[in-house]
Structure formats: structure tokens, C-alpha cells
């Protein structure tokens, strides 16, 4: 009811927009904030996509540092609070991202998570324009009232699953059609990712800045959050404390710091406080993986897709993940990468030990996994699939 009484107040307003010049189809994508990380990545990867096939593009978000790599590539980013999941918040979205689609004649509207998915779909509604939505994660159901919230993500004419592991849990979970459903998993720039393009001058002086010594270096890249698993990490470097390694925590915390500190104190009881070094929030990742011979996902819940084991993969570095999630589709165990048991610590023990005794196993394996991602996930692959569903969409 209350939708529809927004959408009466719209039509009753009729504010008038200016349209884009030409007949460019125009895409506007609408994601929470343009800050570090997958989701948007994977925004300012389609948006620089749409710009190349010569058509309009354009981002609506609260903003961040990506920002200024969107402008760069020529796409228009439309600043709007739309990381505010307060319903007044959302229903404010709506009303401009509706006028924004009339301003701009706006043919196609691509939302990425849910609060700015819900005033987008009101913005559909209002404008008839239609509605794409991206599922980049599992989103916790702890009851009917946050089922009803992420439901959004299939509300849109199609939904794209980032990857066979979402596919799956949006069937189950929320019973949308197969026909409705459509995958674009994930992928890394090959060139970007390339250890080639990184000096030896760069990576001598990141050993230099943490003061690493000529041990393995094993490397644990992810947001400092207990679900990915830091804990087990280290209690797997724990069990191998007498071989010689360095270790690296990369990953930014909460404002108060405290899960870093539970990890430090956790790393001074096994006596391990001065060879795990918390670096903090790093970018970009690529000078880490360069210097990395171990890299770790040690995620304790399921990765959406995980971009952690394409972009070390990528750049020749070995895997070592849990057995669960996007990971099972990334890395093929013991080809080019390792998969170990949910919350094993003694099983990835087992594995870095072996790793780092072998230096042969290490780049065999990193450059079978190089090949394996290069040929499979890249961005290219990625943009084009959701590209084609764009068509798809105006052709429907």
C-alpha cells in the first residue's frame, strides 16, 4: 500500500528531467557505496564495460574512493545516501533515482545489494524502467521479516548469481524460477594481476617496510571480521611454529579494533606475536601477492564467490581454502590450489607445512592455478555475460 501511494504521489509531482542527447541506451547501476571491495569492484569493472560498448554509463552510490576511478574512465557517478537502510532513507532513494531515470531516460536499472535495491525497485515501478539485480551474497535469514528484505534480489525481470554457489541458494532459499536466473561469476583483470608488471625494486622494499625476512612469506588478505577465519589461521601457524615463515594479517578492522586485538592477544599466547604482523587495510593487494608463497582463505562461513583465490591464483601463488562456498568452483584441490576441511586448523597446518617445504609443489601448483584462472575467470568473460543479459532485457 504503501508503495502504491508513493507512486500516486510521483505521478500527481511530475517533475520534469533533462534528457541525455542521442540515442545511447543509457544503464545506471545502484550500489550501496563505491568503497574497497568486491561488490564494487565488480561495478566499476561493468561500468568502465558499458562505456566501451559505446553506451551511457552511469553509478549511484553514496560515494567512496572508487569514485574518482569511475570518473576517470568517463562514467557519471550520481552521489545519493543509499548505504541508509532506513525506510524513510530508502523511499527518499526512490524519489530521485525515479527522477534521475527520467533526467537521463535511463533504459536499464542494475542494483547490487538490497537496500539500494528496494529504491530502485520503486524507481522501476514508478518510471517502468526495468530492473536488473545482482546477488553477490548469501545474506543471513534469521527470520521472515529479513527473508521479505533480501527477497528484493529476485525482483528484478532477471537476477545474476555470481556464482553456481549462489545459483543454488537462491533456488533454495527464495524458490525463483530458473528462468529468471542467470550467472556471471566473478573475474580479475589478467593484466592487473600479473606478477611480470611488479619490479623486484617494489617488492624488496615491502619486505623492507614490514621487515620480513628470506622465510616463506604466507599470506592471509581479507577484512578483519571473525567469519573469515583469522583465528583458525592462526592456530594453524601455531602447529607449525618450529618452521621457518613469515606471516602477513591484511585487512582493515572495525573502527574500535576489537577483533584485532582478540587476534594479537590470541597470537602472544602461542608466542607468536612477533611473526604475525596485522598490516592493516592495504591496496592495492598486488604487491602482497607478489611477495606472498602461501596464500590463505580461511573463511569459517561460505564465500559468495570469493575474489581472493582468483586474484593469488592469478598472479602464480598457491591457494590453500576452506571447502565450502565459491571456493569449489575456483580452486581444483590439490591441482591448483588446496581445499581443507571448515574450520581445520590442523588440516591447513598440514598443508602450509607441506607447501613450504616444497618449493618445487609451490610453483608447480601456482602455475597451474595462474593458467586455470586466466582461462576462466577474467573480467572480460564477467562483463560480457551481464552485458548479454542488458540485451537480453531490452530485447524482452
Known sequence: MAIQAFIRLWEILKIKGVPVKGNKTVVLQVVAAMEQGGVEQGTLDMAQYIR?????????????????????????????????RNPFAILYNAYYLAKIVRQYKVDILHARSRGPAWAALIASKI?????????????KIQNKLKW?????????????????????????????PVEKLRIAERGINPNFFNKENISIKEMNALRKKWGLND????????????????????????????????????????????????????AKKYGLEKRIIFTGGQSPLTLYYAIANIVVSASIEPEAFGRIAIEAGAMG???????????????????????????????????????????????????????????????????????GVYTEVLNV
Open 127 to 139: 518510471k517502468k524502467a526495468p530492473l536488473i539485480t545482482s546477488f553477490h551474497g548469501t545474506h
Open 317 to 387: 601463488v598457491p591457494v590453500i581454502a576452506t571447502a565450502h562456498g565459491g571456493s569449489l568452483e575456483t580452486i581444483k584441490d590439490k591441482e591448483t590450489g588446496y581445499l581443507v576441511p571448515v574450520n581445520d586448523s590442523t588440516a591447513m597446518a598440514k598443508i602450509l607445512l607441506e607447501l613450504i617445504q616444497d618449493h618445487e609443489k609451490q610453483t608447480a601448483i601456482g602455475a597451474k592455478a595462474s593458467n586455470w584462472i586466466r582461462n576462466n575467470f577474467t573480467v572480460d568473460k564477467m562483463c560480457k555475460k551481464e552485458f
Open 215 to 266: 622465510d616463506p612469506v604466507i599470506l592471509m588478505p581479507g577484512r578483519l571480521t571473525p567469519w573469515k577465519g583469522q583465528s583458525v589461521f592462526i592456530k594453524a601457524l601455531s602447529e607449525i611454529q618450529d618452521t621457518p615463515w613469515n606471516a602477513l594479517v591484511v585487512g582493515g578492522a572495525d573502527k574500535k579494533k576489537r577483533y584485532e586485538k582478540e587476534l594479537k592477544a590470541e
Open 52 to 84: 566501451e560498448q559505446g553506451w551511457v554509463s552511469m553509478v549511484a552510490s553514496k560515494g567512496g574512493s572508487m569514485v574518482t576511478k569511475l570518473q576517470a574512465a568517463g562514467v557519471k557517478h550520481i552521489s545519493l545516501p543509499l548505504k541508509n
Open 148 to 176: 521479505f528484505y533480501n527477497n528484493v534480489m529476485t525482483k528484478g525481470v532477471f537476477t545474476i548469481a555470481n556464482s553456481k554457489f549462489i545459483w543454488e541458494h537462491i533456488i533454495h532459499y527464495y524458490h525463483l
